[in-house]
């Protein structure tokens, strides 16, 4: 069980997978399935992301994902946090902003932490 002094670098995963914003949602489900992963980093001017909810919310709306880029639909204002943040502190931002993934950022990208990391770690 994780202490009040575990930090994101304890548990953050440090295999980025990435997807083009020109891709379409249906490369970028097969993606995420290959690489059992729920979120996908966009690199384009500014770091985005888009995540499985996202794809589900774009299906939901009728929009066809064959033909709907990830550019389209990613979120272009992401949260980041850096490794030496505490777990506690990430899990409430997660809270807060209502998101499953956090970026973690030293100048560069270096990780991601989920829900799912910090869940299984405080648990």
Known sequence: MASERTLVRDVMST????I?????????????RSEDVSAL?????RLAIITS????DAVAQEIDPAETT??????????TVTPDLRLTEAAAM?????????????????????????????S
């Open 15 to 18: 295999s980025l997978v990435t």
């Open 53 to 56: 909810t996202d794809i589900l």
């Open 94 to 122: 997660m809270e807060n902003f209502g998101i499953n993934h956090l970026p973690v950022v030293d100048d560069d990208l270096v990780g991601m932490v989920s829900s799912t990391d910090i869940t299984s770690e405080l």
């Open 41 to 45: 980093l966009v690199p384009s001017t």
């Open 20 to 32: 083009s914003p020109g891709a379409t949602l249906v490369e970028a489900a097969t993606r995420m």
């Open 70 to 79: 990830v550019g389209e639909v990613m979120t272009k204002s992401v949260e």
